[in-house]
């Protein structure tokens, strides 16, 4: 069984497309930017046999609530560690057991905020999320990217470079959830994983999710 990359993409709004601004605040030395978008999935809540439907348990169990590849905040969303902060953090399940009839629709949910200089991310590459297999020692990593139902499409304007000089003291948040596995292919096993991700030269905290297959 492998992670395969589903259809639902993971949208960052300020990085891969036209941003969509829900609130701004600054003072006279910064601005602050949060972007937010919400992508609706279902909820599965009927249980049979001790597993849900979806083939799948999460411990702690609130985290069968998250709308995965969204930047929506929600109860497993880390908290915010204020304005002056710069950097990424990220929660996950402690433990996900999942039925191997429904191995194929798994998901493995990273609850993420991240909160950078925008200058640092003009030319940075998307946001990358590690998985590391510690039982085996192999690592796997993929890019949260924007998944383009026409990307030879040609946009309607020319875009304008952006000089980063002009975004001196500005900074830009967002909350993310992507589902792992549709952005990172490797062999799920029953193992223990850890995992990170990186954005704007910066790396988050290292969370360990024991997986195990029934």
């Known amino acids: 069984m492998t992670c395969q990359r589903a259809p639902v993409g993971f949208i960052l709004l300020f990085v891969l497309g036209s941003p969509l601004f829900i609130s701004a605040c600054g003072d006279e030395n910064r601005s602050f930017i949060l972007a937010g978008a919400s992508l609706d999935q279902g909820a599965y809540k009927k249980r049979w046999n001790g597993m849900s439907e979806d083939g799948m348990n999460y411990e702690p169990e609130i985290f069968k609530s998250v709308s ?7 109860a497993c969303s880390p908290t915010e560690p204020g304005p002056d ?23 493995i949910p990273v609850c993420g905020y991240y909160q950078a200089e925008m200058r640092d991310m003009v030319d940075a590459p998307p946001m990358q999320i590690h998985v590391k297999n510690v039982d085996s020692g192999h690592q796997y990593k993929g890019s949260l990217l924007d998944q383009d139902e026409s990307p030879e499409e040609p946009l309607p304007f020319p875009e304008e470079p ?5 975004l001196v003291d500005m900074l ?13 292919r490797f062999p799920l096993t029953s193992a223990t994983y850890e995992i990170y991700v990186e954005y704007a030269g910066m790396q988050s905290n290292k969370v360990s999710v024991e997986l195990v297959i029934n």
């Open 172 to 184: 830009s948040a967002s909350y993310f959830n992507p589902n792992v596995c549709d952005y990172v």
């Open 162 to 166: 952006i000089d980063p000089a002009t």
């Open 85 to 107: 902060w710069s950097g990424i953090i990220i929660s996950a399940p402690d433990k996900i057991e999942i039925d191997v009839l429904m191995a194929d629709k798994e998901i």
């Open 68 to 74: 995965v590849n969204t930047s929506a905040p929600n």
